[in-house]
């Protein structure tokens, strides 16, 4: 009987709990499942998911314990919580037992539903700290310099270091930790086995400040007896070239932080006993070359298979004839790190479109892509006998490859074939190149269709978005948003991932960041170049036009002395940060970024008179004056000092609600003064009666000024779109800054005339001061200059200039800049989904937002839109066909959160929801009339929202 009652209260217990339905998913630390970490406080996440409506989290509890079996005992030895009444599920900060290196610990957690009802534990998930002292670090850094290696001529290319040592291992092993750092790049090989399949590491940092290593798993890779361990290294970002030293005559053009590439490395095995082994990089490791002959980022690899030591990074290799290596130290108070982001991997495999063959007996391949990344080959051949590759975004008339806007990126690849009877595999270690054509010569015959695969290359970044229409040339402009973010999300946020460049620029990485949110998740990517950004900010206070930026010994630009500080570039460190916070509801990245940010403010300051204006001038002492401005625009300029005022404002504001938000209320109330005050000066100063205005004559001729010859304007679409979004104006400047936008935007034609800085906001604009037709117009336009264009022309990618290539005229910038693969003006992507299909924040982290799509009128080739943004609050979704007479808004509204959905409507008599008539649903949380429409409150659930006409 009791047994009987036992049971059956038991079997009540766990009905009762089954029947809450909440459960926590995707549980992650610092932004990343399962991860090494060396963040003492990582900050935990998680996303639910329930059936039920309107369904949220009343409290949670989180256990941190020492092991899996204590977790699944429901233990927090680590640290427990208890139940914590929030609806927070995401930046909780660990603040349990303090964790010391090496220590793994296993997580879950549950929460109370919307009746405060307890649902389920989530999986287990754990982390595991790295190294977190210095002293932790037993191996030193080794290398080998083959400089004098180097064939003579117009590039300086050593070969690549190999570098073996074996250990012996004679107890069984528990675990196996792998703790890698290179200056440079870096192939670890256990026993024959290459480590990881992460490319670039240990990515392109300040090396002076800062250098990351990485750490993985090794147990598997381990034998009893003797092991060997094996690296090849290049000389990458840290000794190899970089961006346009040798096209502007620097004197020095590579090797801006070393002259060799340099690895660390140390294995730590810990036996079924419980002792330890550390075997690590030191003066006991030998030298020698290899097969790869030549590698470097932009000019390529040579691979000559007939060097191969077979068998030199496995046992059972005599490793004799090889030589000891280099020794180096520590460098006083640069930091050792673990990486922040995510490794850059091969993220899409791409077969052959079509391979033809040039009366010159060379081939171009065609992936019908452009990207970024490596090639793998296929072949059977004799020894000797040398393949050699070149790369390309577009053809020539004739057929052949574009090379000549790769400037002095010599982007080759040559493979010279060891000869095996059964063929033989091979891609590339240390290069990548941006291309869509391959030019193949050495062929001797006609190739077999799959004798090469694209290997598109990326830092692998989850994806977040997605955005599907019935305009295929829109489908098409956001296919190629999506490629070409891909392409230069590549450890640094790029301009370009071609041409001799492919530098962290700021002002694309600034107009682009919260484009690039609706893309991927890119918290720690970001993370991490926000790290760079700060460690490169000049004593001055301004941050640089591109981070990392390598200086020379007298302080200066290493690869361009000229290479400053610009308006609308330097902003970034400010702009980067907030969007972080924005998307993510990353506060911490505020804290950590507020010194720096302050000191770029105070600069800012000095640039400013005293009344808080920047007026015309104020940049004079740059190169070019006045900054890069509103790069790639369209006739006249905008007057570079005018953005400058305006960007002033906008960190102003940005940095207001920033410090509001981490609770420094009184740089809050500084700077929430100090944006009324630039307010103010800007309207005396540049504005007249209600039209911007500038003082021309100071600019005189132009000179030193980009583009100044064109004249500079202050009545302009880039300054309208830029002061209405920034929120500069009040009425009715705001209102009549929207009618100066549109009549600009008709004045030419439906055209747009803006750059890198006004085209960004220029849809956002439009939409917020009544003109989303025109920016339907813009969008959908397929005439120059527009993204539309493009795609007509064949781009698979978003170009660097609105007339990249020209029908009827052809590459008329070719040898100049002339990028392909250019993300700053697929900034358009933002108002997609913010606009389009109306998915925007209400709080930073999307724990409130708006679903408030812009319908666009009948006459436009565009009836229906789908958007899903997968939030860090989780799957959002909004969908709209206008197509029919019933007209449907289909919405997907994550647990936790509350969407306000906006229907444009003059009543609501004929709106259903989910079957039912709207103003009857007892799913809605509430119903305002607003403007033109309703706003609805929605909780948790799929809607189907029906007008019937
Ligand atoms: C170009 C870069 C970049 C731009 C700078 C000013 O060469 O490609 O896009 O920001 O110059």
């Known amino acids: ?74 233990e927090g030895d680590i640290w427990d919580t208890g139940k914590v009444i929030s609806s927070q599920t995401n930046q909780i900060a660990y603040v349990g037992k303090e964790l010391k290196s090496r220590q793994q610990v296993w997580w879950k957690v549950r929460v109370w539903d919307a009746d405060d009802k307890a649902g389920k534990w989530s999986e287990a998930n754990f982390w595991e700290m790295g190294l977190l002292a210095d002293t932790d670090w037993k191996a030193t850094w080794i290398g080998y310099d083959l400089n004098d290696h180097a064939k003579l001529g117009k590039y300086h290319l050593p070969p690549s270091p190999y570098l073996r040592n074996e250990a012996e291992i004679t107890k069984k092993v528990r675990t196996a930790r792998l703790y890698i750092s290179s200056l440079g790049l870096h192939e670890f090989y256990i026993n024959g086995n290459k480590i990881g399949r992460d490319y670039f590491a240990s990515g392109w940092t300040d090396y002076d400040k800062r250098v990351y290593y990485n750490a993985y798993d090794v147990t598997s890779y381990l034998q009893n007896g003797t092991n060997v361990f094996g690296a090849v290294l290049s000389d990458g970002w840290y000794s190899g070239y970089l961006g346009y030293a040798l096209l502007v005559g620097t004197e020095k053009v590579r090797g801006y932080y070393g002259d060799i590439p340099l690895l660390k490395a140390q294995v730590e095995l810990t036996f079924e ?41 496995n046992v059972n290799f005599n490793d004799d004839g090889w030589l000891s290596v280099q020794v180096f130290g520590e460098k006083e108070g640069r930091k050792l790190q673990l990486y922040p982001s995510q490794p ?50 577009m053809l020539h008339p004739n057929g052949t490859l574009v090379t000549e806007n790769l400037r002095t990126a010599r982007a080759t690849d040559t493979y010279v074939l060891k000869g095996d009877p059964r063929g033989e595999e091979w891609s590339p270690s240390f290069t990548f190149h941006g291309f869509q054509f391959v030019e193949v010569s050495g062929l001797t015959e006609m190739p077999k269709a799959d004798f090469l695969v694209g290997l598109a290359m990326s830092s692998d970044l989850e994806t977040a978005g997605h955005l599907e229409t019935d305009n295929s040339v829109l489908n098409q402009i956001y296919s190629n948003i999506v490629w070409t973010q891909r392409a230069n999300y590549l450890d640094v946020p790029t301009d370009c991932p071609q041409r001799d460049e492919r530098l962290g620029w700021t002002a694309d990485a600034q107009v682009y960041i919260r484009s690039a949110t609706y893309n991927n998740d890119i918290a720690a990517f970001h993370t991490k170049w926000i790290q760079d950004l700060n460690d490169s900010q000049w004593p001055n206070g301004a941050f640089p036009v591109y981070a990392p930026m390598p200086v020379d010994g007298n302080g200066k630009a290493a690869i361009r002395a000229s290479d400053t500080y610009s308006p609308g570039w330097s902003e970034a460190g400010i702009i980067c940060t907030y969007e972080i916070f924005r998307a993510y509801n990353d506060t911490r990245i505020v804290e950590k970024s507020l010194p720096y940010m302050v000191k770029f403010m105070d600069f800012l300051k000095s640039k ?21 401005g509103d790069w790639l625009s369209v006739g006249k300029k905008t007057s570079p000092d005018l953005l400058a005022a305006m960007y002033y404002f906008h960190c102003a504001r940005l940095m207001e609600e920033m410090c509001a938000a981490i609770g420094e209320a009184d740089f809050a109330l500084t700077y929430s003064e100090l944006s009324s005050s630039i307010k103010d000066a800007i ?26 010859q064109n004249g500079f304007a202050g009545h302009t679409q880039t300054s309208y779109a830029n002061a209405i979004y920034m929120h500069l104006l009040d009425e009715p400047d705001f209102r009549l800054a929207g009618r100066f936008l549109r009549e600009l935007v008709e004045q030419h034609d439906d055209k747009l005339t803006t750059g890198f800085l ?122 709209w066909d ?34 039912k008539v709207i103003t009857e649903s007892k799913l809605v949380k509430d119903i305002k009339h607003e403007g033109n429409g309703f706003k609805i409150a929605l909780g948790s659930g799929t809607y189907e929202i029906v007008i019937h006409e």
């Open 1 to 74: 009987m009791i047994r009987y009652l036992i049971c059956s209260c038991l079997l009540h217990v766990s009905l009762f709990t089954l029947a809450v339905d909440i459960t926590p998913v995707n549980l992650r630390a610092e932004y990343k499942n399962n991860p090494f970490l060396d963040e003492k406080s990582p900050r935990l996440s998680w996303e639910l998911v329930s059936k039920k409506y309107n369904q949220y989290q009343s409290a949670y509890q989180v256990i941190v314990a020492s092991s899996l079996e204590e977790l699944n005992r429901d």
């Open 273 to 313: 006993d419980g002792s330890r082994q550390v075997i690590s990089t030191g003066a006991d490791w030998k030298a020698s070359t290899g097969a790869i002959t030549e590698s470097d980022l932009l000019q390529g690899e040579r691979h000559d298979a007939t060097k191969e030591r077979l068998g030199w990074n």
């Open 344 to 393: 850059v991997r091969v993220v899409n495999e791409l077969p052959i479109k079509t391979i033809k063959r040039l009366d010159n007996g060379k081939y171009i391949i065609d992936f019908g892509q452009n990207f970024a990344g490596i090639i793998r080959l296929k072949i059977k051949g004799k020894p000797n006998d040398s393949l050699v590759f070149r790369y390309g975004e």
């Open 608 to 628: 400013a008179d005293s009344d808080g204006v920047i007026r015309e001038g104020s940049f004079e002492e740059i190169s070019p004056k006045g900054g890069f």
């Open 683 to 708: 309207m005396n100063h540049y504005m007249q009666d209600g039209a911007f205005k500038i003082d021309a004559a100071s600019y005189g001729n132009g000179e030193g000024y980009v583009e100044g």
């Open 758 to 879: 006004g085209f960004k906001p220029l849809l956002p604009a439009l939409s917020m001061t009544g003109s989303t037709d025109k920016a339907y117009k813009l969008l959908l336009s397929t005439e120059y200059p527009s993204l539309g264009y493009e795609v007509v022309n064949g781009a698979t990618s978003i170009w660097e200039r609105w007339d990249s290539y020209i029908k009827g005229e052809g590459f008329v910038h070719n040898a100049s800049m002339n990028s392909f693969s250019h993300y700053a003006f697929g900034a358009v992507n933002e108002w997609m989904f913010e606009n389009m299909v109306g998915i925007k924040p209400i709080e930073s982290g999307f724990r409130t937002f708006f679903i408030r799509p812009e319908i666009p009128s009948p006459d436009i080739q565009l009836k229906k839109a789908s958007g899903a943004y997968h939030s860090i609050a989780g799957m959002i979704k909004s969908a």
């Open 882 to 915: 206008y197509s029919g007479a019933r007209k449907t808004h289909s919405l997907g509204i994550p647990v936790n959160t509350t969407a306000y959905f906006y229907l444009e409507s003059p009543s609501l008599d004929r709106v259903y929801l989910n079957g």
